[in-house]
């Protein structure tokens, strides 16, 4: 069975790390470290060199999808686990038996507007999505590839898909 591109949005604080800080990166790419919830952690392992993420900017006014990123490495041991200087650090992980993963996201384009929250949920075809669920608080989520073309094409009128 051959794999065929999947499809999703990942969330990050811009105070922390934001859309610019991801463009401005070496080869404009960055490893996504220090995911600490199994489902996310799960989304990641499911993520394959080529897949597109929607790149969210949460706890933000507004909270929005602001661009596009590319998965460039499929999932590997996040080392922050075992880094006891990291705010990331778990000390029940072991190298031998990581627990957590991240992958690397390469950096593809900014929206020329941002979709805020609000927006999104006001798209009948997005009704659906995980990120508009009641209570969905997940930094990394699916999203399928109809959501994926409503959003990218519809209503960021890029000129990627």
């Known amino acids: 069975m051959t794999h065929g591109r999947n499809y999703w949005l990942m969330k990050s604080e811009p105070r922390v790390f ?8 070496p080869k404009q790419t960055t490893c996504w470290d ?17 897949d597109r993420v929607l790149f969210y900017h949460s706890n933000a006014e507004p909270p929005a999808v602001v661009g596009i990123a590319e998965v460039v490495r499929a999932a ?18 072991v190298p031998s038996a990581p ?8 950096y593809r384009q900014t929206f020329k507007t941002c979709l805020p929250l ?8 997005l009704k659906d999505m995980v990120l508009l669920r009641k209570g969905s608080r997940l930094s990394v989520q699916p999203v399928t ?13 890029a000129k990627i898909s």
């Open 34 to 50: 220090g995911v600490r919830n199994y489902q996310a952690r799960n989304f990641m392992r499911a993520m394959a060199v080529g």
């Open 118 to 125: 609000d927006r999104l949920k006001q798209e009948p075809k």
């Open 145 to 157: 590839e109809a959501e994926w073309t409503v959003v990218v094409l519809k209503l960021a009128g």
């Open 99 to 106: 627990r957590w993963d991240m992958v690397d996201i390469r």
């Open 18 to 25: 934001s859309i610019e800080d991801l463009a401005q990166s």
């Open 76 to 93: 590997y041991p996040d080392e922050t686990q075992f880094d006891k200087t990291s705010h990331h650090y778990d000390p029940a992980s």
